[in-house]
Protein backbone atom coordinates (compact mmCIF):
# COMPACT_ATOMS: atom_id res chain seq x y z
CA UNK A 1 0.00 0.00 0.00
CA UNK A 2 0.87 3.82 -0.72
CA UNK A 3 2.06 5.97 2.13
CA UNK A 4 2.94 9.86 2.54
CA UNK A 5 5.22 11.28 5.06
CA UNK A 6 4.99 14.99 5.92
CA UNK A 7 8.52 15.48 8.10
CA UNK A 8 7.51 18.87 9.42
CA UNK A 9 4.57 19.39 11.21
CA UNK A 10 4.78 23.14 11.70
CA UNK A 11 6.75 25.80 9.64
CA UNK A 12 7.15 29.46 10.51
CA UNK A 13 8.42 31.63 7.79
CA UNK A 14 8.36 35.39 7.08
CA UNK A 15 6.80 37.44 4.45
CA UNK A 16 8.70 37.37 1.45
CA UNK A 17 10.73 34.26 2.14
CA UNK A 18 11.23 31.79 0.64
CA UNK A 19 9.03 28.48 1.57
CA UNK A 20 9.73 24.57 1.32
CA UNK A 21 7.90 21.81 2.08
CA UNK A 22 9.21 18.17 2.50
CA UNK A 23 6.93 15.28 1.15
CA UNK A 24 8.27 11.65 0.81
CA UNK A 25 5.73 8.81 -0.39
CA UNK A 26 6.37 5.22 -0.45
CA UNK A 27 5.20 3.20 -3.25
CA UNK A 28 6.65 0.40 -5.55
CA UNK A 29 5.51 1.93 -9.06
CA UNK A 30 5.56 5.65 -10.53
CA UNK A 31 2.99 7.41 -8.39
CA UNK A 32 0.17 10.52 -9.03
CA UNK A 33 1.78 13.05 -6.92
CA UNK A 34 -0.73 16.29 -5.07
CA UNK A 35 -0.52 19.48 -3.38
CA UNK A 36 -3.64 19.98 -1.64
CA UNK A 37 -4.00 23.86 0.64
CA UNK A 38 -6.38 23.97 3.50
CA UNK A 39 -7.11 27.66 4.74
CA UNK A 40 -8.83 27.87 7.75
CA UNK A 41 -12.48 26.94 7.89
CA UNK A 42 -12.35 25.65 4.18
CA UNK A 43 -12.13 22.61 2.36
CA UNK A 44 -8.86 21.34 0.64
CA UNK A 45 -8.07 23.40 -2.63
CA UNK A 46 -5.53 21.97 -5.49
CA UNK A 47 -2.24 23.43 -5.65
CA UNK A 48 -0.86 21.15 -8.12
CA UNK A 49 -0.53 17.58 -9.18
CA UNK A 50 2.02 15.44 -10.86
CA UNK A 51 1.15 12.27 -12.98
CA UNK A 52 4.26 12.19 -15.91
CA UNK A 53 6.17 14.53 -17.79
CA UNK A 54 8.50 17.23 -16.87
CA UNK A 55 9.05 16.81 -13.18
CA UNK A 56 8.90 20.36 -12.25
CA UNK A 57 5.73 21.06 -11.87
CA UNK A 58 3.83 25.04 -11.78
CA UNK A 59 0.45 25.49 -9.52
CA UNK A 60 -1.78 27.85 -8.77
CA UNK A 61 -0.75 30.83 -5.91
CA UNK A 62 2.99 30.73 -7.50
CA UNK A 63 3.53 27.48 -6.04
CA UNK A 64 5.98 24.51 -8.04
CA UNK A 65 6.69 21.26 -7.00
CA UNK A 66 9.71 18.60 -8.21
CA UNK A 67 9.21 14.83 -7.81
CA UNK A 68 12.30 13.07 -7.68
CA UNK A 69 12.28 9.71 -7.91
CA UNK A 70 15.48 8.91 -6.47
CA UNK A 71 14.45 10.48 -3.34
CA UNK A 72 11.10 9.05 -3.57
CA UNK A 73 10.27 13.07 -2.98
CA UNK A 74 7.63 15.84 -4.01
CA UNK A 75 8.35 19.11 -2.43
CA UNK A 76 6.57 22.27 -2.62
CA UNK A 77 8.27 25.88 -2.84
CA UNK A 78 7.36 29.07 -2.96
CA UNK A 79 9.83 31.74 -3.73
CA UNK A 80 8.48 34.65 -1.90
CA UNK A 81 5.65 33.52 0.43
CA UNK A 82 2.70 35.96 1.27
CA UNK A 83 0.95 36.46 4.70
CA UNK A 84 -2.15 34.86 2.71
CA UNK A 85 -0.34 31.83 2.10
CA UNK A 86 -0.70 30.74 5.99
CA UNK A 87 -2.49 27.30 5.92
CA UNK A 88 -2.59 23.59 6.02
CA UNK A 89 -0.57 21.81 2.95
CA UNK A 90 -1.30 18.54 2.71
CA UNK A 91 0.82 16.25 0.38
CA UNK A 92 -1.37 13.03 -1.23
CA UNK A 93 -0.84 10.07 -3.48
CA UNK A 94 -2.95 7.97 -6.09
CA UNK A 95 -1.37 5.01 -7.38
CA UNK A 96 -3.18 4.85 -10.97
CA UNK A 97 -5.39 6.42 -13.29
CA UNK A 98 -8.32 4.22 -12.44
CA UNK A 99 -7.96 4.43 -8.60
CA UNK A 100 -9.18 7.47 -7.80
CA UNK A 101 -8.31 6.53 -3.78
CA UNK A 102 -5.87 9.40 -2.46
CA UNK A 103 -3.36 8.95 0.65
CA UNK A 104 -2.79 11.63 2.46
CA UNK A 105 0.08 12.98 4.29
CA UNK A 106 -0.33 14.46 8.19
CA UNK A 107 -0.44 18.04 6.99
CA UNK A 108 2.31 20.76 7.44
CA UNK A 109 0.89 23.81 9.04
CA UNK A 110 2.43 27.10 8.02
CA UNK A 111 2.90 30.22 10.06
CA UNK A 112 3.73 33.39 7.77
CA UNK A 113 5.19 36.01 10.21
CA UNK A 114 5.51 39.95 9.08
CA UNK B 1 -16.52 25.63 -10.92
CA UNK B 2 -16.81 22.34 -9.59
CA UNK B 3 -19.02 22.64 -6.61
CA UNK B 4 -19.25 20.04 -3.77
CA UNK B 5 -21.82 21.02 -1.36
CA UNK B 6 -22.26 19.45 2.43
CA UNK B 7 -25.42 20.44 4.38
CA UNK B 8 -23.77 21.01 7.63
CA UNK B 9 -20.73 23.38 8.96
CA UNK B 10 -21.08 22.42 12.27
CA UNK B 11 -22.66 19.66 14.01
CA UNK B 12 -23.07 18.47 17.67
CA UNK B 13 -25.02 15.19 18.50
CA UNK B 14 -25.58 13.10 21.44
CA UNK B 15 -23.64 10.20 22.23
CA UNK B 16 -25.68 7.19 20.86
CA UNK B 17 -27.76 9.09 18.15
CA UNK B 18 -28.34 8.25 14.76
CA UNK B 19 -26.39 10.73 12.55
CA UNK B 20 -26.51 11.97 8.70
CA UNK B 21 -23.87 13.72 6.98
CA UNK B 22 -25.34 14.64 3.40
CA UNK B 23 -22.74 15.41 0.77
CA UNK B 24 -23.85 16.67 -3.43
CA UNK B 25 -21.68 17.42 -6.20
CA UNK B 26 -22.44 19.37 -9.02
CA UNK B 27 -20.28 18.15 -12.09
CA UNK B 28 -21.99 14.56 -12.88
CA UNK B 29 -18.63 13.08 -11.51
CA UNK B 30 -18.75 9.12 -10.64
CA UNK B 31 -16.57 8.70 -8.01
CA UNK B 32 -17.23 10.30 -4.81
CA UNK B 33 -15.52 9.57 -1.20
CA UNK B 34 -15.76 10.83 2.67
CA UNK B 35 -12.61 11.21 4.88
CA UNK B 36 -12.37 11.78 8.31
CA UNK B 37 -9.24 15.12 9.20
CA UNK B 38 -7.79 14.98 12.91
CA UNK B 39 -4.81 16.93 13.98
CA UNK B 40 -1.49 15.08 12.99
CA UNK B 41 -3.57 12.29 11.39
CA UNK B 42 -4.38 13.91 7.79
CA UNK B 43 -7.10 12.54 6.05
CA UNK B 44 -7.94 9.05 5.98
CA UNK B 45 -10.44 7.24 4.34
CA UNK B 46 -13.82 6.03 5.38
CA UNK B 47 -16.08 5.06 2.43
CA UNK B 48 -15.84 5.86 -1.27
CA UNK B 49 -18.36 5.06 -4.08
CA UNK B 50 -17.74 4.39 -8.13
CA UNK B 51 -21.18 4.17 -9.12
CA UNK B 52 -24.66 4.70 -7.98
CA UNK B 53 -25.49 1.99 -5.48
CA UNK B 54 -21.89 0.81 -4.99
CA UNK B 55 -20.26 1.45 -1.95
CA UNK B 56 -16.45 0.13 -0.65
CA UNK B 57 -15.19 0.66 2.57
CA UNK B 58 -12.35 2.81 3.07
CA UNK B 59 -9.17 2.49 5.51
CA UNK B 60 -11.43 3.10 8.62
CA UNK B 61 -15.03 1.93 7.98
CA UNK B 62 -15.95 0.94 11.66
CA UNK B 63 -18.98 2.72 12.95
CA UNK B 64 -19.44 4.14 9.88
CA UNK B 65 -21.96 3.14 6.70
CA UNK B 66 -22.86 5.50 3.49
CA UNK B 67 -25.67 5.88 0.53
CA UNK B 68 -25.56 6.52 -2.41
CA UNK B 69 -29.17 6.66 -3.83
CA UNK B 70 -28.48 9.38 -6.60
CA UNK B 71 -25.50 9.89 -8.59
CA UNK B 72 -24.60 13.38 -7.17
CA UNK B 73 -25.32 12.38 -3.77
CA UNK B 74 -23.26 10.94 -0.85
CA UNK B 75 -24.63 10.40 2.44
CA UNK B 76 -22.36 9.37 5.68
CA UNK B 77 -24.33 7.50 8.58
CA UNK B 78 -23.28 7.18 11.59
CA UNK B 79 -24.96 4.27 13.16
CA UNK B 80 -24.76 5.23 16.98
CA UNK B 81 -22.74 8.77 17.16
CA UNK B 82 -19.38 8.40 20.09
CA UNK B 83 -17.22 10.59 21.30
CA UNK B 84 -14.14 9.23 19.17
CA UNK B 85 -15.96 10.19 16.33
CA UNK B 86 -15.81 13.74 17.33
CA UNK B 87 -13.91 15.28 13.77
CA UNK B 88 -13.78 17.09 10.66
CA UNK B 89 -15.40 15.27 7.80
CA UNK B 90 -14.66 16.10 4.43
CA UNK B 91 -16.65 14.89 1.47
CA UNK B 92 -14.98 14.77 -2.03
CA UNK B 93 -15.82 14.03 -5.82
CA UNK B 94 -12.99 13.39 -8.46
CA UNK B 95 -12.72 12.61 -11.98
CA UNK B 96 -8.76 11.58 -13.79
CA UNK B 97 -7.65 11.15 -9.84
CA UNK B 98 -8.03 15.00 -9.35
CA UNK B 99 -10.54 15.65 -6.26
CA UNK B 100 -12.58 18.10 -5.60
CA UNK B 101 -13.24 19.02 -1.67
CA UNK B 102 -16.77 19.82 0.15
CA UNK B 103 -15.78 22.76 3.27
CA UNK B 104 -16.32 19.87 5.53
CA UNK B 105 -18.68 19.26 8.29
CA UNK B 106 -17.02 19.77 12.18
CA UNK B 107 -18.75 17.25 14.30
CA UNK B 108 -18.40 16.92 18.31
CA UNK B 109 -20.37 14.28 19.61
CA UNK B 110 -21.05 14.76 23.30
Known amino acids: AQSVTQPDIHITVSEGASLELRCNYS??????LFWYVQSPGQGLQLLLKYFSGDTLVQGIKGFEAEFKRSQSSFNLRKPSVHWSDAAEYFC????????????FGAGTTVTVRA | DVKVTQSSRYLVKRTGEKVFLECVQDMDHENMFWYRQDPGLGLRLIYF???????EKGDIPEGYSVSREKKERFSLILESASTNQTSMYLC?????????FGQGTRLTVV
Open chain 1, 27 to 32: YGATPY
Open chain 2, 92 to 100: ASSEYTEAF
Open chain 2, 49 to 55: SYDVKMK
Open chain 1, 92 to 103: AVGVSSNDYKLS
